[in-house]
């Protein structure tokens, strides 16, 4: 039975776990199992609470089945860019190595009041400053299908955790793409939701000007859909107010129109990759929906995004690091720092506004469409040796936004975008977007299924990876 566990669905766990063929605390102990056995090839997993989780899954094994949630006794993993009460939050920092917040984030808070199973924590880049998944304290996080290229990030080991079959689902966040990054270069689904709809708090209630949300992986749509039920819903002093309101089945039928774009604003695309996006249109086709070729003009975000993200970088290392622990930090979030704190707060202000009005441009451009429909990623997983590697800083951030061109833009409108498996490319998963109206999150998942129908891809881990 544990060598089915793997590659199981949360349902799948569910049904075993209140038919009695499987207890919390077995689930738990092969979950541990399985990332001592994988964890060594890839490094996505940076911490464990074994002997907690193993307690906390003791527990749950009391609980009467009619009292257990949808994520009763399923295991998970948080992303080190989150705090929690029972372990250190290094947010992948040398000069945070060690430290205790004494509180769990809200997230994680619903994830343990869901009845999840916390495991441990995955790897991320320094403050998830970077689009892969590497810091000084643990090394990079390497992809499952091919451990000579990156993982992606920031929320790189979560993505290779779930891809490798060590938990069904994990926490995530995406500022620029984190969540969905790494999901592309792992071959699982990614889902950066509405702005608005899961907390930061309590550490912030606005962060990065609402670029960065946290959000989940998954490698079904089912599952993703049920980790971001547990995670969403408003705190007090919610600054944006976005929820998502029930949608019914009647409702999801509308989802009819497709806008597909491959136009990426900083260079090209490998026609690989855009030969997936053609082959996910034609499915859509094939389902009844109307697919539209459309010419999106993506550009204009780029500048503004950066100076939010050059300004909050020098807010953390001015407020959060401190001067003595400067020589701690690496050179990518130094040099972002410098930058931002080169910048007024007119410029700051200006930016901001700048990428809201933009924004909002795309989005009445869009708005005639229920889903639009792009590559996730311009290029396939780089190599880990050489691409974080460059002597000018401003350099090396031109050739991640080129890399990022179709993900970016969706954090500075705040519309739900999720990225799903769009086939094999040199080896190596590569993913396509969909993108949904503001607050639609349920019609993003509801066109993923449609594809997820179509095209089923559950079986590639297995065949990939084994269940063993």
Known sequence: MTSDIPYA?????????????????????????????????????????????????????????????????IPVLIKDANETADMPTSYGSMAMVGFESGYDAVVVERLRKAGMIVIGKTNSPEFGLRPTTSNEEWGPTRNPWDTSRTAGGSSGGAAAAVALGMVPVAQG???????????????VIGLKPSRGLIPWAPIAYEYWAGLATNGPLARTVADTRLLLDAMAGPVVGEPYGVYRAPVTAADTSRHRVVGVTTRNPHGDVDPRIVAAVQETARAFEAQGWAVEEIDLDLSGLAEPFMTVLEGNSAATVEGVVGEAKLHLLEDNTLALAMRGKGKTAGDYAAAVSAMRNRSAQLMVTTEPYDIVLTPTLTQVPPLIEGYDQAADNTALWERYLDWLGFTYPYNCTGQPAVTIPGGLVDGVPVGVQLIGRMGDDEGVLAAAEVIERARPWAQEYVTRFGGE
Not at 11 to 34: I, P
Not at 43 to 71: F, H, I, M, S, Y
Not at 173 to 187: F, L, N, Y
Request: proline fraction near 2%.
């Open 9 to 73: 669905s949360v349902a799948g766990l569910r049904n075993l776990l209140d038919r009695g063929e499987l207890s919390v605390a077995e689930l738990t102990k092969a979950t541990l199992e399985r990332i001592d056995s994988r964890n060594a090839e890839v490094t996505a997993v940076v911490q464990l609470r074994a002997e907690g989780a193993l307690a906390d899954a003791a527990t749950a094994d009391d609980v009467a089945a009619g009292e257990r949630g949808p994520l009763h006794g």
């Open 173 to 187: 966040s995406d500022g620029g793409g984190s969540c969905r990054i790494p999901a592309s270069c792992c071959g």
